[in-house]
């Protein structure tokens, strides 16, 4: 069963799609660039920052992709590369697309891995992953220049106000998304701890060298640091 779940996964079509797919969104990754490095002047920001903060997105990139990588690896020997390549390529959360495949197999009353995950099983599992991955691409296509209109009227009112919302989004976001993970064991709160410690005192040697690109390797180096305190605790 499981070869002919594989053998399905990797068909032509299915690799021509997460091509297609992988090509939209780096297109549009380019599109961004492009329309950002144009406005950029017209915030006051000089091509030296534009440059400065390009890099700091791609530094800032190898260390959250360095840990879905391990989980991408686990999913292509469950559902073949195309799909997790496409999936992956359109989300960006390993953890939630290992959680939609599974239920997409429990759904049809398999499991990823056993016998029972036949090539019906794997077609559910395609349609409950790209569904579910529809409901925030569908809000933002069909809300964002409504909540763009609702952003600038603030802005009217108050300059201020749009750069505390947007910076208390931003905290309450990663702050609930680090303290899910930090509540599962010990050594995951080490962790959680030690980055964030890391990232403070990374940020105050940058601040007082004056080496502003100890900033734009911040969370890499945050990251690194956190996920190896963790494993060290896990040995304890």
Partial sequence: MIEDVMKASNTAPLW???????????????????MAKKTAPEVGMTPKEV???????????????????????????LIGSPLTMM????IGS???????????????GSSLGTDSFTV????????TMCLGGMGWLIFAFLFTKSL??????????????MGVVSAAAMMGAFGYLAVEKMAIDISSAISGFMAIFTTFAVLYVAKKTGK????????AISMVVGMYCGYLVSLI
């Fill in 94 to 108: 390993a953890s939630t697309e290992a959680a939609a495949a599974e239920i997409g197999a429990k759904a049809f």
């Fill in 148 to 161: 763009g209109n609702v952003q600038n009227k603030l802005k009217a009112k108050n300059p201020k106000i």
């Fill in 51 to 77: 440059r400065t903060a390009i890099k700091t997105g791609i530094i800032g990139s190898i260390g959250p992709s360095m840990g879905i990588g391990i989980v991408i690896i686990s999913l292509i020997a």
């Fill in 87 to 90: 999936r992956i390529g359109i």
């Fill in 212 to 219: 502003s690109w100890l900033k734009e390797w911040a969370l």
């Fill in 16 to 34: 021509i799609i997460a091509f297609f797919v992988i090509f939209i969104v780096i297109f549009q990754a380019l599109i961004f660039i492009r």
């Fill in 120 to 127: 019906e099983a794997f077609s559910t599992v395609i349609w």
